[in-house]
């Protein structure tokens, strides 16, 4: 019997974790990102699984930009959490420039793919 009791209670608990964890920020505009401001510029190259500078944390404040320039020896993706899902394909020898801007507060990793590589971690305080 007690397990009936606690049910209903449990299922209200996984549904409240659920809808927090669920929350993401309203993707930004081509203008809001353009418009924000460029706190940091960093340049990055990975080579097999070699990343120049080493992986590093970048503090950005909430609102501000990271300018990202990331040169590869391969094809590959490049993915940031935290920043509504910014994504941008890396060619081989060209390098490919991303604007993130930080819109909640939190640590969050930019990483390759192919390998999968965390090049950096950006603290949005």
Do not use: W
């Not at 930009?65 to 941008?88: I, P, Q, S, W, Y």
């Amino acid at each position: 019997m007690r397990v009936n009791r606690a049910l209903p209670y449990a299922i209200g608990l996984l549904a409240l974790f659920g809808a927090a964890s669920c929350g993401s920020p309203e993707a930004l505009s081509p203008e809001a990102i353009a418009s924000a401001p460029v706190a940091r510029r960093m340049e990055i190259s990975v080579s097999g699984t070699a990343i120049t500078p080493p992986p590093t944390q970048v503090e950005l404040g909430v609102g501000q930009a990271l300018e990202l320039t990331v040169t590869v020896d391969h094809d590959d993706e490049l993915h940031a959490h935290g920043f509504n899902g910014a994504e941008a394909d890396l060619k081989a020898g060209k390098p490919t420039t991303v604007k993130l801007v930080g819109t909640e507060s939190g640590v969050f990793e930019v990483e390759t793919h192919d390998p999968a590589l965390t090049i950096l971690t950006v603290a949005v305080r």
